[in-house]
Each structure stands twice: as structure tokens, then as C-alpha cells.
């Protein structure tokens, strides 16, 4: 076992164990594809492993969620980084569910905008969920990074965390 800068035990880079820790515990939210490594439209790799976005931001995972008339396509892609270890690789799981379970409700606009924007209400809401998640597996700050979400996690509007709060469990890692 390889400890990691992000705390805990390396994840194995495959999508085999991708899709065993998503079984294992968010099976009940409908995710159309999970894959490791592949790049999405506009997006390259930086040299740690995490994607880099066309905005300029960087990052571990990234939904896309395709609409359509009788619902919504969402392929989750994760970058080598979030396999750091599997606890992160679990948060980002997580954390990436939660964009997909905004995008299934009512607040689907905000949770699409939310993915290219940092201080949305929606991506707090998120990053509140996926500290809560962290706080109950006892796993730290295994994002070990203060973005702005934090500073006014106490503030976030009910109508969108209270969609997330069913994802704060606690988490079988393999």
C-alpha cells in the first residue's frame, strides 16, 4: 500500500475499481458511465494528473450531462488524480453524483451552470455535501485546498443541499 499526498491508500487506476467503489456505495443513483482517464471535449492534462479545463481551471473529475427530451445522459470522467488515493477518488465520486443529482431536479439549469462556476449556490451545496461526506469516513481535508465554497458553506440555501444529503453516508472503500 502507497500512501498518498491526499492521505490514505492509492487507488488502483482502472475503471474495474471505479466502478466496484461506485457499486458499492452510490449504486443507487443512476450514473450512465463512469470512466477513468478519458479526456472530455476541451480539456488536457495537466502534468499532476488532473484535467485542465478550457476555463483555466483544474480538476479531478468532470460530469457531462447531455439533455434530452425524456431526460438526461451523464458520463462522469475521472482524471489519474482523483485515483491519489481512495478516499479522494470516493469524495470525487461523491462530489461528481452530486452535480448529477442537481441535474436530475428541478435546479437543473444552476447544477449545468454550477460546473463551469465556483461560487454558485448549487457547486457550495456540493462542496458542503462532500466536506460532510469526509467529516463522517473521519477522512480529513483530503482536498487539502481552501477554495471560496467554505467561506460561506453555513449560508447555502436548503433548496440545494437538502437534495445532496442523502450522498453523506458512510463509504465502503475496497
Request: proline content about 2%; charged content about 10%; aromatic content about 2%.
Given at each position: 500500500m502507497v500512501t498518498t499526498r491526499y492521505g490514505g491508500n492509492s487507488a488502483p487506476f482502472n475503471d474495474e475499481y471505479l466502478n466496484k467503489l461506485y457499486s458499492a456505495n452510490y449504486s443507487d443513483v443512476k450514473v450512465d458511465q463512469l470512466t477513468k482517464g478519458r479526456v472530455p471535449t476541451?480539456?488536457?492534462?495537466?502534468?499532476?494528473?488532473?484535467?485542465?479545463?478550457?476555463d483555466g481551471r483544474d480538476a479531478l473529475?468532470?460530469?457531462?450531462?447531455?439533455v434530452w427530451k425524456h431526460g438526461a445522459i451523464h458520463r462522469i470522467y475521472f482524471s489519474q488524480a482523483a485515483f491519489s488515493?481512495?478516499?479522494l477518488?470516493?469524495?470525487?465520486?461523491?462530489?461528481?453524483?452530486?452535480?448529477?443529482?442537481?441535474g436530475n431536479s428541478r435546479?437543473?439549469?444552476?447544477?449545468?451552470?454550477?460546473?463551469?462556476?465556483f461560487d454558485s449556490e448549487a457547486h457550495r451545496a456540493i462542496y458542503k455535501m462532500q466536506n460532510e461526506l469526509q467529516n463522517l469516513n473521519k477522512w480529513g481535508?483530503?482536498?487539502n485546498f481552501k477554495p471560496i465554497e467554505f467561506r460561506y458553506m453555513d449560508l447555502v440555501e436548503d433548496a440545494f443541499f437538502s437534495p445532496l444529503k442523502f450522498l453523506i453516508r458512510p463509504i465502503k472503500i475496497h
Open positions: 476541451g480539456t488536457t492534462i495537466n502534468p499532476s494528473g488532473s484535467f485542465h479545463l478550457k473529475a468532470v460530469t457531462v450531462s447531455t488515493s481512495k478516499e477518488l470516493a469524495s470525487t465520486i461523491a462530489h461528481e453524483i452530486g452535480h448529477v443529482v442537481l435546479l437543473l439549469s444552476e447544477a449545468i451552470i454550477s460546473s463551469g462556476r481535508n483530503i482536498l
